[in-house]
């Protein structure tokens, strides 16, 4: 895992596409993993603030996303116990003021691999339509698809994403907070006794 985490880290495949982005900036890969890990965070791509910390979630998003699960941060930042693998490594800028995709490249790239050497996953947490579409092969939109978590659980859990602009999202959808979430929060605690 550890050479693996290097490449990984070490990797440009995307230098040219980030520099003609609105921010211009270069990849940086930004991930967590052990091989003893038991629960894997499966989210889009990092934001603007994650690429300058270097730390995933460091962000609102994972202020909610840590509540949402009821652990705090150290647990959360532990590669032993959790693996923070998005599906696109490095933050893909902005057009006309928005986040851009996750470039597929780098799941193309490397998301096998990565899977592979994580064999102790116990619970997988899908975070938004591209983690959702590439871990459980469903075309379906991130409401349907989180609505029908049962399907998937105890494997696995879909989300949407964590962002306070999903505030709406959850009034518009009272049984994420009311069913979900307390089978979610059970789901993380058991998976990391």
């Not at 921010?23 to 038991?38: D, N």
Request: with cysteine; glycine share 8%; hydrophobic share 40%.
């Amino acid at each position: 895992m550890d050479k693996l985490l290097q490449e990984i880290r070490a990797c440009r495949l995307c230098t040219d596409r980030f520099a003609a982005t609105e921010t211009a900036h270069q990849p940086r890969p930004v991930l967590r993993a052990s091989g003893s890990a038991r629960l894997l965070i499966a989210g889009q791509a990092p934001g603007m603030k994650v690429h300058h910390s270097g730390m995933p979630f460091t962000d609102p998003s994972g202020d909610r996303l840590r509540d949402w699960m009821g652990i705090d941060g150290e647990t959360f930042y532990d590669d032993r116990r959790v693996a923070i693998v998005p599906m696109g490594f490095c933050f893909p800028g902005y057009r006309k003021g928005s986040d851009l995709p996750p470039p597929p490249i780098c799941a193309r790239t490397w998301r096998k691999q990565v899977m592979q050497a994580l064999p102790n996953i116990g619970l997988t947490l899908l975070i938004g339509g591209y983690a959702q579409k590439w871990h459980l092969g469903h075309k379906a939109g991130v409401t349907e698809t989180v609505a029908r978590w049962r399907d998937f659980s105890p494997a696995a859990i879909p989300l949407p994403h964590p962002s306070w602009r999903n505030t709406a999202w959850m009034k518009r959808n009272p049984w994420f907070e009311a069913e979900l979430l307390p089978v979610l929060r059970t789901r993380v605690a058991e998976v990391l006794q």
